[in-house]
């Protein structure tokens, strides 16, 4: 089990950046969280797949865990609560209050456990992104918890991009089911399936999401 304890101190994150400070200012932004015991370098890889014109950030998340680290407990954990969530991701919104200002825009690409990451800062802050990408992941249920601002994300509809295999073995089918009720709902949503990638991200799908966010952020 896993016993993670509060912080009282402002969060400063391990991050990868895609340019050198001189050259951010005036670039759209792009956050990538990284999976379940992974860390920062995971998805760092994916930079050079996607549209030069942004400055890419690579988020580690706060929590060792096994031979990597992790935004929350897992779901089906004991000490899983949708507050861990929201504490989890209020940390990464003070973070991103004190490092946005030199960029024309934010974007969230989260894999995984990250894609519930990207997606509950979508849903803290519904008028703050300008697009978001989700890969072989999911969204948690609010229950209630007022850190969840759906009913006004529902009125936006940001652009929302779902990539996934049909069959991936690691997020079963309620979290699925879920998932795709509340994006179609409150999203604006492009939604892909992927045949024999697993649990994981390939080539195809790597070019579709450079085509999202080029025609979602670099052309609006």
Avoid: C
């Avoid at 991936?168 to 939604?191: C, G, M, S």
């Avoid at 579709?208 to 952020?217: A, G, I, P, Q, R």
């Amino acid at each position: 089990m896993m016993n993670i304890m509060p912080t009282t101190a402002p969060w400063n994150p391990t991050v990868l950046w895609s340019k050198p400070e001189p050259e951010r200012e005036g670039t759209p932004l792009l956050v990538l969280f990284h999976g379940y015991l992974a860390n920062e370098e995971d998805l760092m890889g994916l930079a050079d797949y996607l549209p030069s014109e942004f400055t890419i950030a690579s988020v580690r998340a706060p929590h060792a865990q096994g031979p990597g680290y992790t935004w929350f407990p897992l779901m089906n954990e004991p000490d899983f609560s949708v507050q861990r969530v929201a504490d989890a991701v209020s940390d990464v919104s003070d973070w991103l209050d004190s490092i946005k200002g030199p960029h024309s825009s934010v974007s969230l690409l989260g894999f995984s456990m990250g894609m519930a990451v990207a997606s509950t800062l979508l849903r803290h802050r519904p008028a703050d992104f300008a697009a978001v990408v989700g890969l072989s992941g999911f969204v948690v249920p609010a229950e209630g918890n007022p850190f969840f601002k759906d009913d006004e994300l529902a009125g936006g509809k940001v652009p929302f991009f779902w990539g996934r295999d049909q069959a991936d073995p690691v997020i079963d089918a309620p979290r699925i089911e879920f998932t795709h009720a509340w994006l179609n709902e409150h999203t604006a949503l492009t939604k892909i399936l992927y045949s024999n990638m697993g649990h994981g991200i390939n080539m195809q799908e790597l070019g579709h999401v450079k085509e999202f966010l080029t025609h979602t952020v670099l052309k609006a």
